[in-house]
């Protein structure tokens, strides 16, 4: 990405067919959702028009239970490509029809037109996100995610707002009718540009009973901790989501007094905060899956969600006022910058968990994973709109109070999944660190396999090797530590978090000794990485002290290849021994260079302790 950026995708061939296929995609669910439910309340207005919202928000959701499953598993057993363009064609035919029903103005088939349009959306989810890994790199994949989720929400609101502008103008359903059509065209046009993406799994069995698939997919991923409380995460977003949306007319018309223009001026704030959001998440994250900023992000959903009560002002005797007045008064800023955080961080916390699920789900099965996810998002945000009945109607509190409830929910469900998956928080202060003591720079990280059991050697020069080491690799690693050092007040939970295998000598605690090796050997087997300090203490010198046996004990027993690293930079910092203890001194040095060397591997055959120290020593050069 360092030739142009995120936005350098869109000058690719393998990225900007599909992202404006899916833009146009997004955009006219919209425009055709939202001109349904306007000629409902408006035009086609009867006693029953409440009921009538409802049965078609509820018909547009219906097919994502009923038909994603399936989606899933034919994306993974067909060329997406092509089945991209079926789908988009199907949607041309549907939006003719459409046309047809909102000049008939016959609710009865617009109504099914709108479940038929939600069957179309929900057998493309899958294919989605399933794509992008086949087409873009790794480090490609959290910027595509990105830019997908930017025009996502973008396209979103320019359907939505466009079908109200068009709505209140003379003949404006005509031309609503018009431009399903033409957007339906555009879209299917744009998707046969998409590069071929063949099968990942033409062997496929399709099983057509949705309700068992959904079952049978959940219950492979559930060893997957990672991916299946992703999914549980990004479902919990679109409840969160659903009930903010849900919300905001009146909230805007009961505490902000403000005009239908008001309510989507803050809807458009909303969105474009999610834009940039995404956008920024991957300018942060330096074009890899950096998962260390979900937890910022759902930190900032909670503190923003909670200002946003406070900053509500309490307006008595005031009348209904449009977009001028509302910003000639000071006192609804607060709001304004509450919600467009709240959409930034959103940003942060979706996009890594969008790129976290389709980079560690087996190719064979990524297509079905998503369409899970799309069920869960789903039933997510049925109990969202049946939360905000219970709170609103039957607690009956204020719409403040159930945006705190939700803030305060947010919280609680952010501190569960963390637990539950601690990597997520590990990735959080390793970022931390990595973007406020250090500069880390990095060659050679091509040496490190992507799958498969392999020992990474390294000098050890201060407390936070490890984690300077681990925001640098992009698997889990697995660090043998002292077990002084594992147990240091204030760091001994971070390293239990991080799964840290504590070691002595055989001859100061023969138990810990032993226990080390046998999780060693586990986790080699288990095909992970093991990262070890040979030296087994800092340096008290600079200088990279003799490489013990215990390298070599290791490959003995597991004959795995040796990777040697070296670390630059960090001597003379904070948590090294220069001077004064680590940890003893006040920290001097801010956003200093620190460098990462990675060499090609040794095979376990020729790896030596003395011919490890050697080549450590020679990556680290005179630049301790």
């Known amino acids: 990405m360092a030739d142009g950026g995120v936005f350098s995708l869109l000058g690719k061939r393998r990225f900007l067919p599909y992202f404006l ?65 079926w789908i988009k064609m199907a949607e041309i035919v549907l939006m003719l029809l459409a046309a047809v029903a909102f000049i008939l103005q016959s609710k009865e088939m617009l109504l099914l037109l709108l479940f038929l349009m939600g069957t179309q959306s929900s057998m493309f989810g899958p294919v989605k996100y399933s794509i992008l890994p086949q087409h873009l790199g790794p480090k490609e994949l959290l910027a595509g995610n990105a830019l997908v989720e930017m025009g996502t929400f973008l396209a979103i609101l320019f359907g939505t707002i466009i079908a109200g502008v068009l709505f209140i103008i003379p003949g404006g359903i005509n031309i609503i009718s018009i431009g399903i059509v033409v957007v339906a065209v555009l879209g299917f046009f744009c998707s046969r540009y998409i590069p071929n993406a063949p099968s990942s799994n033409p062997d496929l069995k399709i099983n057509f009973n949705p309700f068992a698939e959904t079952l049978d997919t ?24 659903a009930s903010y949306l849900t919300q905001f007319n009146l909230f805007t018309k009961d505490f902000l007094m403000g005009d239908p223009a008001v309510a989507t001026g803050l809807l458009t704030l909303f969105s474009v905060g999610i834009a940039v959001g995404s956008l920024l998440c991957s300018k942060l994250s330096e074009g890899q899956v950096e998962i260390g900023l979900v937890p910022i992000g759902s930190l900032g959903l909670t503190i923003f969600g909670i200002d946003l009560y406070f900053a509500t002002p309490e307006l008595v005797g005031v009348a209904e006022r449009g977009v001028g007045e509302f910003l000639a008064d000071s006192r609804g800023y607060g709001v304004l910058l509450d919600l467009l955080l709240i959409g930034v961080f959103g940003g942060f916390y979706i996009v890594p968990l969008y790129a976290l699920i389709q980079e560690r789900t087996d190719e064979k099965r990524r297509a079905q994973v998503i369409a899970l996810n799309n069920v869960m998002n789903a039933i997510f945000m049925v109990v969202s709109a049946a939360a905000a009945i219970l709170m609103l109607s039957v607690i009956e509190l204020s719409i403040p109070e159930y945006f705190l409830v939700l803030a305060i929910m947010n919280g609680v469900v952010a501190l569960y999944i963390y637990r539950q998956v601690p990597e ?52 889990p690693v697995r660090f ?6 594992a147990r240091m007040r204030g760091m001994a939970w971070f390293f239990r978090l991080a799964r840290t295998i504590p ?49 070599e004990v290791i490959l003995e027993r597991n004959p795995v290849p040796v990777i040697p690293m070296a670390l630059r930079g960090l001597w003379g910092s904070y948590f090294s021994h220069k001077d004064k203890p680590a940890l003893a001194k006040l920290p001097s040095r801010f956003w200093s260079k620190v460098e990462l060397v990675v060499d090609t591997s040794v095979s376990p055959e020729n790896a030596t302790a003395e011919g490890l120290e050697s080549r450590v020593k020679e990556l680290r050069g005179a630049y301790a």
């Open 218 to 241: 959940a219950r492979n991923i559930q060893g997957n901790r990672a991916v299946f409380l992703s999914i549980m995460a990004i479902s919990w977003f679109w409840f969160l989501g």
């Open 21 to 85: 296929t899916q833009a146009f995609g997004a955009f006219n669910d919209n425009l055709f959702k939202q001109g349904i439910l306007l000629l409902f309340t408006y035009v086609i207005a009867t006693s029953s028009s409440a009921s009538l919202i409802n049965l078609a928000s509820g018909l547009f959701i219906l097919p994502f239970f009923l038909f994603s499953p399936l989606a899933g598993q034919i994306a993974d057993k067909v060329e997406k490509a092509k089945l991209i363009q």
């Open 424 to 475: 997520f928080v590990l990735r959080f202060c390793i970022w931390l660190l990595s973007h406020t003591m250090y500069r880390v720079s990095k060659s050679g990280m091509e040496h490190i396999p992507q799958e498969g059991a392999a020992v990474l050697v390294c000098n050890h020069v201060s407390y936070v090797d490890a984690l300077l080491i681990g925001g640098a690799v992009r698997r």
């Open 480 to 485: 043998v530590m002292d077990r002084d050092i």
């Open 503 to 551: 070691i002595t000598s055989e001859k100061r605690d023969p138990e810990v000794y032993a226990q080390a090796f046998r999780s060693i050997d586990e986790a080699l087997a288990n095909g992970e990485l093991v990262c070890i300090f040979p030296e087994g203490r800092l340096t008290k010198d600079g200088e990279i002290d003799r490489f013990r046996k215990g390298i």
